[in-house]
């Protein structure tokens, strides 16, 4: 069922809002805040902004803040559990003053951010919904890339990984047909990427010996 975004903000900050006290790098998302300002949200005097969707357990997206203090990330992820790992680790660290996350599903992006604010958006292990009457789930599909390009810079970058090699395959197909972006590598995938921050599925994945496929695409 579809609901409004007022709605949807109520609902998923209900069960989460008692978290948003233990760390102030937990961005709880309102009517009130949106669309964000991170400039203002950061107030760090960084620069450069990347998103990520989809955060998991916030290993990965931890690390590279930390590698890169120049840098602003902001995470999200929708289901509780994830932020509350996620949460759990950031608990145990000093203050990340170049790190924002929020529990909120991909869906109404394009309402809570403005346009043009990311320079990166990284996809990693987007579930990949293998059945076919499940396709309809997958989060990139041709209306979404559109909404992943207005919030992007100018020049901006895509990229997503993935063991799935069908599902890597549409989204590989999807951003060439869309003529809003341009393939980064010289191949549709690389299977490797040097100085890359593994995520937690996917040592999982290639422990258990799977191909990556990773996608780089930059905004036309
Ligand atoms: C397979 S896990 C991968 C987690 C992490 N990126 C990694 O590579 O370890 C997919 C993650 O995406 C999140 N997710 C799925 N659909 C989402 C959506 N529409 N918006 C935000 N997060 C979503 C899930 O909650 C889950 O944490």
Redesign the pocket.
Known sequence: MWITLSEYLKKINSDSSKYFEFNDRILEVTDKIIPLDFESIFNNGNKVLKF??????G??LIKLAEKYPDINYFG????MD?VRTALCKLNKKNKIANLMISR????YIDQIIRQESFDEIIM????PWPKKRHHKNR?INGDYLSVLHSVLKKDGIFRFASDHEEYSMEVFELLKRSKLFRNVYDTPFKNEVKNRIE????KHKTREGCKIFHIKFAKI
């Open positions: 990520e969707i989809g955060f998991g357990n290993e990965s999200i992820d929708r289901k994830r909120l599903g991909a869906d990693n292990f987007p579930d989060t995520t937690q599925f996917e």
